[in-house]
């Protein structure tokens, strides 16, 4: 089957919705949707299934994206890094290995 990204963003589990994001000072992000990692990172915070605190439940979409963190304005979905993330995410997540989002 040849590779397809309507496909691809079709299957989409939202993986990035789930990453650990840091929040770079210069983001302009509610302090009630912030949180402290115990490593001192201030990283977007997330409910108790893991999800970004940002994210409207009821109609799956970012609730800040006009102010969201400039690293999640830089991942490009379906883009090559989005793709990546996808295909290494299940494999970190069942051996307890969370992932990061860093800004580059």
Known sequence: MAFSIKNLCERCDA??????????PTDRIPHHLTSVTPEG??????????????????????????TRPAICRRFVMSGPYCRDVRATYDDQRRRGI???LYNA
């Open 15 to 24: 993986v990035c919705c789930r990453l650990t994001v840091l929040v770079d």
């Open 41 to 66: 990172w201030h990283v977007m915070a997330r409910d108790e299934e893991g999800w970004c605190v940002a994210i409207d439940a009821a109609r799956m979409c970012c609730s800040i994206y006009e």
């Open 98 to 100: 969370p992932l990061t």
